[in-house]
């Protein structure tokens, strides 16, 4: 379980993060990231509606979806907001293939985040000013 200062909590946070972060769909999900604060701790959120399935349905892929956040945070502790959406077929997918899909989901995300290696340089690879 993710400690709750690690845990999106109010529909402004989920709001934030969906609007103002990068979106990456994959078949079982789709990641909104967004960067915080420097120091601020990492914060996850799942979004798990009534079509991925019945009651214990939900609940296993919200379970699952909370470890592969734990995961993430171990190796990232501060600095990003996560919204995870499970889509339907998230329903039938095993554990391997709903964490690869979350793992490959926030790699683009955070690719997309991080701010470029070569500031200054333009896309040919030349030193730009």
């Given amino acids: ?8 909590r109010t529909s402004a946070d989920f709001s934030h993060t969906v609007r103002s972060g990068v979106r990456q769909g994959r078949r079982n999900v789709v990641l909104y990231a967004a960067l915080s604060d420097d120091g601020a701790p990492s914060r996850f959120g799942f979004i798990v509606s009534k079509a991925v399935g019945n009651a214990v ?3 296993l892929v919200k379970r699952r979806l909370r470890e592969v ?27 391997t293939a709903l964490r690869s899909d979350y793992a490959s989901a926030l790699r683009g ?3 997309r985040l991080e701010p470029s290696q070569e500031s200054g340089a333009s896309p040919d690879g030349t030193e730009v000013g």
């Fill in 69 to 95: 956040g734990a995961e993430t945070l171990r190796e990232r502790p501060t600095g990003v907001d996560v919204v995870v959406r499970a889509l339907p077929a998230a329903s039938s997918a095993d554990w």
């Fill in 57 to 59: 349905t939900r609940n």
């Fill in 109 to 111: 995300a955070l690719r």
């Fill in 1 to 8: 379980m993710l400690p709750a200062r690690h845990r999106l």
